[in-house]
């Protein structure tokens, strides 16, 4: 009986506290792409497919103003530019400088083969779409190329 009321109590006052910083991780509301999948937009043939949708109702902005960074839809032009300076979208940028993890880093890190550390790339806020446009038809290597 004794047992049962100290857990009781324990559920009312205390119990998530500990883990309050985990609820933001597990949140999947606001939940975008991962990293890695967003490395994969980052190519400049997916990242021009992205910005270059057709009209879609369903989502802000009738998918015209798209962030590929943080894989988020913008109303108008000007709430995307607006977002462009958020401390958000830098720090998306930021986390996304380093290459994505593999398979292939952790076998290293395991002592499979020599360790090389994870590239560094330089992420910088996607060109308005004229100038994505004129890069994307210069570029002849539009697999490999990263906007
Ligand atoms: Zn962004």
Same mark, same amino acid.
């Given at each position: 009986m004794a047992k049962k009321k100290s857990c009781n109590r324990k559920s009312k006052s205390h119990s998530h506290k500990k883990i309050s910083h #985990?609820? &933001?991780i597990y949140k999947t509301k606001r939940?975008?792409?991962d990293h890695d999948q967003i490395h994969v937009d980052l190519k400049i043939?997916?990242?021009y497919e992205l910005l270059n949708q057709s009209v879609d109702n369903d989502v802000p902005g009738a998918a015209q103003n798209?962030?590929?960074h943080c894989a988020r839809y913008f109303v108008d032009e000007k709430a995307l530019k607006e977002h462009f300076r958020t401390k958000l979208h830098k720090r998306r940028m930021k986390a996304l400088e380093t290459?994505?993890?593999t398979q292939e880093e952790a076998k290293r890190a395991a002592g499979m083969g020599s360790y090389v550390a994870p &590239? &560094?790339?330089? /992420?910088k806020t996607q060109?308005?779409?004229?100038? #994505?446009?004129? /890069?994307y038809q210069e570029t002849t290597d539009k697999d490999n190329m990263i906007i």
């Open positions: #985990l609820h &933001k939940k975008t792409k043939k997916n990242a798209y962030c590929v290459e994505p993890y &590239k &560094k790339f330089e /992420i060109p308005d779409r004229q100038t #994505l446009t004129s /890069i």
